[in-house]
């Protein structure tokens, strides 16, 4: 699509994980600067094929083949140098974001990576790294142990053999404990067990389903908090910290309802972790903390995870006065990024993306319907580019005839944001509003296919 007219733009950036609302906050941060936004995905139709700050979009190989998908890519983003000498960006947003890093030196031969070193990230992730690492570091972390690197426990696969392990970490643990996959994220494959029975039981089903041992980790007392940092060679820039009002899934779903605290409770730990691995680049770390100031010596903020990414909440860190990405882009073009104005405390925004999901599921019911779906979805963007509102939407909504009607669908989710009227929506921007097709288009094919975006999967 074309951008809206205006000077030459400053720069161009290929903004990775074009589904995502990640890179549409992104998209808005820059593209609103003057900064040309192109973005990329290994699915066709994506949120920034219909944002008016994306200039265009192209579609690349998938991350499961390596090999393949960094050829592809490397070509697509060798024909798109700007010929003018503009400073050229790539910016990865999700799990590519430690592919690029590992490969950095392919494409920092022609583009600027704005990612964080990969020895850093390899120091953090997976979790068991980060354990080891924040123990070295003197940052405090659950009690946690990693079953497979145990030498008398490594080789394991036998379920009766589990028993003994159970056995083994009750006499050390105080329950509950939770077992955690080293290398997941966003809370999936987490379960909480209380005692040792539902120990023995959740270890047994995680051997026969992932084979290997996990970590096994005592639960943390208190609420779960996110700190969103940005450093430069070491050196904390700026920082902001919200906690999630609401999940879906309750117990361990992406926060759906957050708002900004204090961070200052969380800073020595990101210092103490971040700083000692010199780190450079955007994070988000994970805490558990009882919320108790008074007491915060003897109960200090526990360190969960570290995420060397964007993250889920990213709108709600912009929304707070932290324009995340456009310090990223300053730091990667300029070497060193300005200090934030003051935070936003007590600023909440939502996701409502999950009460679309009845909808969603409606319109990808039937192969039938769904190409239905697909093909009034390439008729609507042929007329938002020439910004012909009403045919757009006629498309789209005469596609859904006899289920769940687009025009009906944004009139119900409208409703029910007036109900939560302290929280901005971070799906709808005034200035640009068709990215709600693609949302809606994004959510029906990712659930098609088993998968919905990181929004909905973590926090």
């Known amino acids: 699509m074309g951008r809206m007219k205006g000077p030459p733009p400053a720069a161009r950036v290929v903004v990775m994980y074009a589904r995502s609302l990640m890179s549409l906050v992104i998209a808005h941060s820059l593209g609103k600067r003057g900064v040309e936004v192109i973005g990329c995905d290994d699915v066709e139709f994506t ?3 219909f944002s008016r700050y994306v ?13 393949r998908f960094l050829r592809d890519l490397e070509g697509h983003l060798r024909r798109l140098i700007p010929e003018d000498g503009r400073p050229y960006v790539l910016m990865p947003v999700f799990r590519e974001t430690e592919i690029i ?3 950095r030196a392919r494409f920092e031969e022609f583009m600027q990576v704005a990612a964080p070193p990969y020895e850093a990230i390899m120091a953090v992730h997976p979790k068991d790294r980060l354990v080891a690492t924040a123990a070295r570091l003197g940052v405090a972390v659950p009690r946690t142990w990693n079953l497979g690197a145990l030498e008398e426990l490594s080789g394991l696969d036998g379920l009766g053999s589990l028993d003994g392990v159970a056995e083994r970490v009750t006499g050390i643990c105080t329950f509950p404990v939770l077992i955690k996959p080293p290398d997941d994220v966003g809370g999936r494959g987490i379960v909480r067990c209380d005692n040792r029975g539902e120990l023995g039981r ?3 089903t995680y051997v026969k389903q992932r084979g290997g041992l996990p970590l096994v980790q005592e639960f943390a007392p208190g609420e779960d908090y996110c700190l969103t940092v940005l450093f430069q060679r070491g050196e904390l820039v700026a920082s902001m910290a919200y906690r999630n009002l609401y999940r879906y899934p309750v117990e361990s779903g992406a926060g759906i309802v957050r708002e900004t605290v204090d961070d200052g409770p969380f800073l020595d730990a990101a210092v103490g972790l971040l700083g ?5 680049g955007i994070a988000e770390l994970d805490f558990r903390w009882t919320g108790d100031t008074a007491g915060a010596e003897l109960a200090p903020p526990l360190l969960i995870e570290v995420n060397p990414r964007f993250w889920a909440g990213l709108f709600q860190t912009v929304e707070s006065g932290l324009d995340v990405p456009w310090l990223l882009y300053r730091l990667t073009v300029d070497g060193h990024a300005e ?9 909440r925004t939502k996701v409502p993306g999950l009460w679309l999901l009845s909808a969603v599921r409606d319109i990808s019911g039937s192969e039938e319907r769904f190409l239905r779906v697909k093909n009034a979805w390439r008729e609507a963007r042929d007329s938002i580019e020439n910004r012909q509102v009403r045919e757009a939407f006629r498309a789209v909504t005469a596609s859904l005839e006899g289920g769940t009607g687009f025009r009906e669908t944004f009139l119900a989710l409208r409703a029910i944001l007036r109900e939560g009227r302290r929280a901005q929506n971070d799906l709808f921007f005034r200035d640009d509003p068709f990215i709600v097709l693609g949302v809606l288009f994004v959510l029906a094919s990712l659930l098609r296919h088993g998968k919905l975006p ?3 999967t973590n926090r």
Do not use: M, Q
Not at 339 to 347: D, R
């Open 339 to 347: 200090k934030p104005p003051k935070i936003s405390i007590g600023k």
């Open 202 to 204: 959740a270890l047994g």
């Open 276 to 280: 000692g691995l010199g780190w450079h």
């Open 454 to 456: 990181p929004e909905v």
């Open 55 to 67: 200039s265009g979009t192209f579609v690349h190989e998938p991350l499961e083949d390596e090999g």
């Open 101 to 103: 890093a590992r490969h």
């Open 47 to 49: 949120v920034l094929s």
